[in-house]
């Protein structure tokens, strides 16, 4: 047996699991996948200053958020921009969450870096991870790639090489891209008009 017939097909059992929804299916995805999902969950919240789920229950509750998952998916690339919009958007509403809360005098941030290097980081309280995640909203609205790119880049925590790859451009294009996804995303939260 080869080494790579030790590799699960995954793109086969992803292309599966989405048309069936079969449970054993889901448990084999979970299982070859999830060591991949918790390093991309771990790097995420090792920069949260108040992380208020650990790596494991932000897979888990991301896996929930999969299934089924109505977006095609093509190969495990695809998979995990799938599952870092997930990410985001169960991010997001944990902020709304606290937000509703009002808790006075205890403000929750979390941090994130659209740098090339990964170094640059930006905390961000609710209120503005909320700002941004409307202004990748409106970037996504006429910029899609550069909008994928920036939540690849902050919430997955992707370095430019894995990005390039998730998104099947050159590394040239995704700082490109990056770079302009960051001068419009300051110029946008800059001036909220």
């Known amino acids: 047996m080869t080494s790579s017939d030790k590799t699960p097909p995954l793109t086969e059992w992803l292309r599966e699991w989405q048309q069936s ?4 299916l889901d448990n084999r995805l979970l299982e070859a996948l999830y060591m991949e999902l918790r390093r991309v969950a771990a790097q995420r919240l090792a920069r949260e200053s108040q992380a208020t789920v650990t790596p494991t229950e932000l897979v888990h509750e991301t896996w929930l958020r999969l299934k089924p998952p109505n977006t095609p998916i093509a190969d495990r ?40 290097n990964g170094v640059q980081q930006h905390a961000l309280d609710d ?12 970037l996504a ?13 902050a ?13 099947r451009v ?8 990056l770079a302009f996804g960051r001068a419009w995303l300051a110029a946008t939260l800059k001036d909220p008009a």
């Open 155 to 167: 919430f997955a925590g992707l370095d430019l090489h894995e990005l390039a790859d998730a998104l």
């Open 77 to 116: 690339n695809s998979f995990l921009r799938i599952a870092s919009v997930a990410m985001r958007h169960l991010l997001i509403d944990q902020a709304r969450e606290r937000l509703s809360q009002k808790r006075h005098g205890v403000m929750q941030t979390i941090t994130v870096s659209l740098a090339e």
């Open 127 to 138: 209120t503005q991870l909320l700002d941004l995640d409307r202004a990748l909203d409106a």
């Open 21 to 24: 929804g079969d449970d054993r």
């Open 170 to 177: 050159s590394l040239a294009t995704a700082k490109r891209d």
């Open 141 to 153: 609205s006429g910029h899609p790639r550069v909008a994928e790119a920036v939540v690849l880049r």
